[in-house]
């Protein structure tokens, strides 16, 4: 963390950046965003594994932006969304300096989006074993015990849309689930509310989402509707290839390749 730190306080000093966005101490020990504009608070920076928040939401945030160029703390998890959001043209490479930081606190310096690109090829996005066998109980179910899962996983929904502002990919300045001529989602936390708002969120991260967990770690009810995506991912991977975001191919929906597989056409 010591490179970091002194990375962040030569930007701020030389006036390169106008902001750190990084992780601090939040309360109950838990860390939480730190958006650091004076040398003097550099100190305040922490990195542990409990910094789990996608640091990358905030580069889209129209709040943030008014604050000048910032310079983001990265681990894997927000260089995987700083690429996503680049492929998207939401975020310039001039507009923004990477401090990647390794899980041992390593700071790790990027010229370019490409260079990202480059160290994540040594981090293929991949499912771990628990999750694997988790989002396998769940295919090997029938449709009806699918709808009963999900029915029951969902039920302690109340639509506070922490996750969506958790994640990095959520970025519209207005959601369909605030629109209400016409209305497209019902606004009530009931189960048909809570399975068309479900829905409607995993399918628009189809080929988009970066496996972060996110939108899981901010949920206040511990909702596993990071499996949803999950589930997108693995069919991603297996039967495309799909291994994480990149420049030229980082959504898989709207990027064609005359060899991909048509089977799933019934
Ligand atoms: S849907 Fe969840 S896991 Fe996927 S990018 Fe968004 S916050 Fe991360
Ligand atoms: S954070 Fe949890 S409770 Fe809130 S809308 Fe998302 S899934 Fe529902």
Not at 165 to 175: G, L, Q, V
Not at 186 to 208: D, F, K, S, T, Y
Request: proline share 4%.
């Amino acid at each position: 963390m010591v490179d970091v730190k002194k990375k962040a306080a030569e930007l701020l000093s030389s006036e390169a950046v106008k902001v750190i966005i990084g992780y601090t101490e939040g309360t109950g020990g838990k860390p939480r965003a730190a958006f650091i504009q004076n040398v003097a608070d550099v100190e305040k920076l922490i990195f542990n594994s409990q910094c789990v928040m996608n640091l990358a939401v905030y580069l889209t945030k129209a709040e943030i932006k008014k604050l000048g160029k910032p310079a983001i703390v990265a681990p894997v998890n927000v260089l995987r969304a700083i690429i996503q959001l680049a492929f998207e043209v939401q975020i310039q490479e001039s507009d923004i300096v990477v401090l990647g930081i390794t899980p041992d606190e390593k700071l790790v310096e990027f010229q370019s989006f490409a260079a990202i690109e480059s160290y994540l090829e040594d981090f293929k996005m991949e499912l771990d074993a628990k999750e694997k066998e988790t989002l396998a109980k769940i295919s090997g179910m029938s449709l009806e015990e699918r709808w009963a899962y999900w029915t029951e996983e969902l039920s302690e929904c109340f639509k506070c849309y922490a996750c969506r502002a958790a994640c990095p990919m959520c970025y519209c300045h207005k959601c369909a689930v605030e629109q209400n001529k016409p209305q497209w989602i019902p606004v009530a936390a009931h189960q048909l509310g809570n399975m068309e708002w479900h829905i409607m969120r995993a399918m628009h991260l189809a080929g988009r989402c970066v496996n972060c967990d996110a939108c899981h770690n901010a949920c206040p009810k511990g909702i596993n509707l990071n499996f949803l995506t999950k589930l997108m991912l693995a069919d991603a991977q297996e039967q495309l290839g799909y291994t994480g975001p990149t420049l030229k191919e980082g959504n898989l929906l709207s990027t064609y390749n005359p060899n991909d597989q048509e089977n799933f056409i019934k």
